[in-house]
């Protein structure tokens, strides 16, 4: 983020070729900053690899 914040005034995160998030560097801060949640679907038979 130190890059971004020297570089820009506005990011976006973009998914599948769509921004779901624009905003100043502070905005993405206050939302996301907390963490996050990754949520990984596994079929059942390779479940013992994780």
């Known amino acids: ?3 971004c914040e020297a570089l820009c005034t506005k990011i976006g995160i973009m998914k599948s070729g769509q ?3 624009l905003g100043s560097l502070q905005h993405l ?3 996301f900053g907390k963490g996050y949640a990754v949520r990984i679907k ?3 038979e390779r479940m ?3």
Do not use: D, G, L, Y
């Open 48 to 50: 013992s690899e994780f």
């Open 19 to 21: 921004f779901i998030c």
């Open 42 to 44: 596994v079929p059942a």
């Open 29 to 31: 801060k206050n939302r």
């Open 1 to 3: 983020m130190e890059e």
